[in-house]
C-alpha cells in the first residue's frame, strides 16, 4: 500500500513537470522583474509570496493540462512518449481532476490579493487551460505560450500597485516575445515529429527563416528593456544585466544555427540565464537607490 502511494505521488510530480525546475525558473523570471519594477525594488512580501507560488502551481497545472491535451500526440513523439498519461502510469481523467485541484489551490492563494488581481486572475486560468489546444488550430501556439504565461506580469503589477501602467504592458510584449523565441527553440527538437502527426508551431511555420526571425525577435526584445530602463529611470546595473542578456541571445543564436536538436534544447534552457541576468540587473539597481 506505502509502495503504492508513493509511486502514484512520483507519477503526478513527474505529470506536473516538478522533476524539471527549469520551466518554473522561467516563467518566475518575468513575474520578479515586474514586482521589482512595480514595486521599486521593494514588493510587499504577501503579494512576492503569492505570485511566486502562484507561478509555480500555474505552471504545473499548465503542464498537467498540456499533457491531457496531447495525451494522443505524446505516445508518438521521442522525448513525449514516456510521460506519465502517454505512458499510461496516469488516466486522462485523473490528470484532468489533478489540473482542477492546481486551478483551486492557485485561485485560493490568489484571494489573499486585491479585487482587480483576482478578476485577473480568471483571464490567467483560460489563457493556461486554452493553450495546450492552440497547436491544432494556429500556426503561433508558441506566441500563445506568451501570452498565457506572460500574464503573470499584469497580474504583478496589479497586486503589488492596484493598477496596470504602460510599462507594465511593454514588460508584457517583450515576455510575449520572449516565450514566443524560447518556445520556438524547444519546438525545433520535435519539429520532425510534429510534421508527421500533424502538430503545428512555431519551428514548422518559419521554416528555413528561423534563425532569422529568432534574431529579429530577440532584438526587438532587448530594445523593450531598453526603453522600459529609460521610463523607470535605471541605472547602470540595468543595463549590464541587459548587455548580458543580448550576450546570451547571441550564445543561443550560435546554439542553434546548425539546427542540431541537442544544442537547440540547450539554447532553450540557456533562456534562463537571460531571465536571471534581468532580475539580477534590477535586484542591483534597485538595491543601490
Not at 522533476?19 to 522583474?33: E, T
Not at 499510461?88 to 488581481?117: D, M, Q
Not at 495546450?132 to 501556439?141: D, G, N, S
Not at 544555427?257 to 544544442?263: A, E, I, N, P
Request: net charge positive.
Amino acid at each position: 500500500m506505502k509502495e503504492r502511494v508513493i509511486d502514484r505521488a512520483k507519477q503526478y510530480w513527474l505529470l506536473a513537470r516538478f522533476d524539471r525546475p527549469i520551466g518554473i525558473l522561467i516563467l518566475l523570471w518575468p513575474a520578479l522583474w515586474a514586482l521589482w519594477v512595480a514595486s521599486n525594488g521593494k514588493p510587499d512580501i504577501l503579494v512576492l509570496t503569492v505570485i511566486c507560488l502562484g507561478v509555480i502551481i500555474m505552471r504545473a497545472a499548465g503542464c498537467v493540462i498540456n499533457d491531457y491535451a496531447d495525451r494522443d500526440f505524446d505516445p508518438h513523439v521521442e522525448r513525449t512518449k514516456q510521460r506519465p498519461i502517454a505512458a499510461g502510469n496516469v488516466s486522462p481523467k485523473e490528470a484532468l481532476v489533478f489540473f482542477l485541484v492546481l486551478i483551486a489551490c492557485a485561485f485560493a492563494l490568489v484571494l489573499l490579493l486585491n479585487i482587480y488581481t483576482i478578476l485577473l486572475s480568471f483571464v490567467g486560468a483560460f489563457l493556461a487551460a486554452s493553450y495546450p489546444f492552440m497547436k491544432r488550430y494556429t500556426q503561433l501556439p508558441q506566441a500563445y505560450l506568451g501570452i498565457a504565461f506572460g500574464w503573470a506580469v499584469p497580474m504583478s503589477f496589479s497586486a503589488q500597485i492596484n493598477a496596470i501602467p504602460m510599462v507594465a504592458w511593454l514588460m508584457y510584449i517583450a515576455v510575449i516575445l520572449w516565450a514566443l523565441v524560447y518556445d520556438t527553440m524547444y519546438a525545433m527538437v520535435d519539429k520532425d515529429d510534429d510534421l508527421k502527426i500533424g502538430v503545428k508551431s512555431t519551428a514548422i511555420l518559419f521554416g528555413d527563416y528561423d534563425r532569422h526571425i529568432m534574431a529579429v525577435l530577440q532584438i526587438i526584445i532587448l530594445a523593450l528593456l531598453i526603453v522600459i530602463g529609460t521610463l523607470q529611470h535605471n541605472g547602470w546595473a540595468y543595463y549590464m544585466g541587459v548587455m548580458c542578456a543580448a550576450g546570451l541571445s547571441v550564445y543561443q543564436q550560435r546554439l542553434i544555427f546548425h539546427r542540431d536538436k541537442v544544442l537547440c534544447f540547450k539554447a532553450f534552457l540557456n533562456n534562463n540565464w537571460f531571465g536571471l541576468a534581468i532580475f539580477m540587473g534590477l535586484l542591483v539597481d534597485y538595491s543601490g537607490r
